[in-house]
């Protein structure tokens, strides 16, 4: 009865996080970016930041951390502060994005015109853009705080079944995105990179003025 209490635990967290991660988001913008660039192991690489983000705010949910992230003091902080961060990033896409020498295999676009390394490392970009996100921390502090009770009732093998699931769905799609990418150089061509990067940082900028609107309707 405990093990198949576990196994509907894992699956179910695998199914609900798998259908949040097909969502686009700026997790699944910057794993298309940084994938063409660093290659293959560049999506794996953000969901680890990601996974050790969520990992952490797991045990301060166990600790009794939901109700600091329920109120709308942290919600508009996280929101303005996240928009804030998104902008950074859709700047430094549109800002680079036909200045960087595209070349299949190498990393040559890690670099901008004046010879210093843009971006984030892969595993801090992933907990940094994950962090920014509010819809992240808001679906922590309400369905996945939900999910987690539940997993709770089996003690620690529960709430490390809940966390392995959730994680490894997150592992399958952006590996998935990372190969798609990363083999698809030889017909993403840098004019269609570039088009790419364009509709990316637009993208961000969308999301970071709904991450505003939020922010400024929790203050106002």
């Known amino acids: 009865m405990i093990f198949l209490s ?18 686009p988001g700026p997790l699944l913008t910057v794993s298309i970016k940084e994938s063409y660039k660093r290659g293959f192991w560049a999506g794996p690489q953000l969901i680890l ?14 600790l009794g951390l939901g109700g600091l992230l329920k109120t709308e003091l942290s919600q508009g902080i996280i929101s303005v502060f996240g928009g804030a961060f998104l902008f950074w990033m859709a700047w430094g896409m549109l800002r680079y994005e036909g200045q960087a020498e595209l070349s299949a295999g190498k990393e040559e676009i890690t670099t901008d015109t004046h010879g210093r390394k843009s971006g984030l490392p892969p595993v801090v970009a992933g907990a940094v853009v994950s962090l920014s996100n509010p819809y992240w921390t808001l679906w922590w502090a309400t369905l ?10 089996l003690g620690i093998a529960g709430v490390l079944l809940f966390f392995s699931g959730h994680i490894l769905a997150d592992f399958l799609w952006y590996a998935i995105v990372s190969f798609v990418v990363s083999t698809g150089k030889k ?34």
């Open 187 to 220: 017909w993403l061509t840098p004019k269609i990179y570039r088009g790419i990067i364009i509709f990316c940082g637009l993208f961000l900028i969308y999301l970071a003025l709904d991450f505003f609107r939020l922010g400024l309707k929790t203050f106002l």
């Open 144 to 153: 996945g705080l939900g999910f987690l009770a539940q997993a709770e009732k």
């Open 49 to 62: 930041g990601h996974a050790i983000l969520e990992g952490l705010l797991i045990t301060g949910l166990v």
């Open 6 to 23: 576990g196994m509907r635990i894992f699956f179910l967290a695998w199914g609900v996080a798998f259908s949040g991660a097909l969502m």
